[in-house]
């Protein structure tokens, strides 16, 4: 059984791509990925020992040893030259900069990028490098996820209010993104009411809520 928040990362890859799954741990993804045609190679790749083991068990129980490759990878150090697709998910910012920033970017059709939390500053790196948002997907899963897909191609800086709410989300206006924007509206408040007004979440949430009378 695949998580939500996976299952939509794998609907973001394209078909017949070689994946590189960056700390796969126990390669769920790239099972998933083979498994529904979607890619018919995937790298799962680890810089642990034992996640790369526990991966190889999975692959094996559902004998796709001859479709996913376990890697012993410090990031994308050891990916290889076939790999199309950059799959990061899971980590924090700095982990998952510090992936990219060491990788040759420009090799990789797309790379796939979910952070825990302040996707904003990954769309201020995106913009900063003038790089292309190609694909944006907002799931709740137990909590909500914002996943990025982008490549190397140039595209101007993204406005602010692309930066915090996402370019392609704020286009689409999803219900899931009307509710995430309300949650977070929400969240404010009750910030508000425990320690009194705050100028600056006042203005956090006049700017929230302009969003939500723009869908």
């Known amino acids: 059984m695949i998580s939500k928040r996976l299952e939509t990362i794998a609907s973001m890859v394209p078909s017949g791509k070689v994946v590189f799954d960056v700390g796969s741990?126990?390669?769920?993804?790239?099972?998933?990925?083979?498994?529904?045609g979607?890619?018919?190679?995937?790298?799962?790749?680890?810089?642990?020992?034992?996640?790369?083991?526990s991966a190889l068990k999975n692959i094996s129980?559902?004998?796709f040893n001859d479709?996913?490759?376990?890697?012993?990878?410090?990031?994308?150090?050891?990916?290889?030259?076939?790999?199309?697709?950059?799959?990061i998910?899971?980590?924090?910012?700095?982990?998952?900069?510090?992936?990219?920033?060491?990788?040759?970017?420009?090799?990789?059709?797309?790379?796939?990028?979910?952070?825990?939390?302040?996707?904003?500053?990954?769309?201020?790196y995106i913009s900063r490098h003038n790089y292309t948002i190609i694909d944006e997907?907002?799931?709740?899963?137990?909590?909500?996820?914002?996943?990025?897909a982008f490549n190397t191609d140039y595209h101007k800086s993204y406005t602010s209010d692309e930066i915090s709410y996402g370019p392609i989300l704020l286009k689409e206006k999803s219900q899931t993104f009307?509710?995430?924007?309300?949650?977070?509206i929400k969240t404010l408040e009750n910030i508000i009411e425990q320690k009194g007004h705050d100028a600056i979440i006042d203005n956090q949430i006049k700017s929230l809520k302009n969003i939500i009378n723009k869908v």
């Open 178 to 184: 009307v509710d995430y924007i309300s949650y977070k």
């Open 38 to 53: 979607i890619s018919t190679k995937v790298y799962a790749g680890d810089n642990k020992k034992g996640p790369l083991e």
């Open 89 to 124: 998910a899971g980590m924090g910012y700095h982990t998952a900069i510090d992936i990219i920033e060491k990788s040759d970017v420009d090799k990789y059709d797309r790379f796939i990028v979910q952070i825990n939390k302040n996707a904003d500053l990954l769309r201020e």
């Open 137 to 148: 997907k907002l799931v709740f899963d137990g909590f909500y996820y914002e996943i990025i």
């Open 25 to 36: 741990d126990h390669a769920l993804l790239p099972c998933y990925l083979v498994k529904n």
């Open 67 to 87: 479709k996913i490759i376990p890697v012993l990878s410090d990031g994308l150090n050891e990916a290889r030259e076939d790999v199309e697709v950059v799959i």
């Open 61 to 63: 129980v559902h004998g």
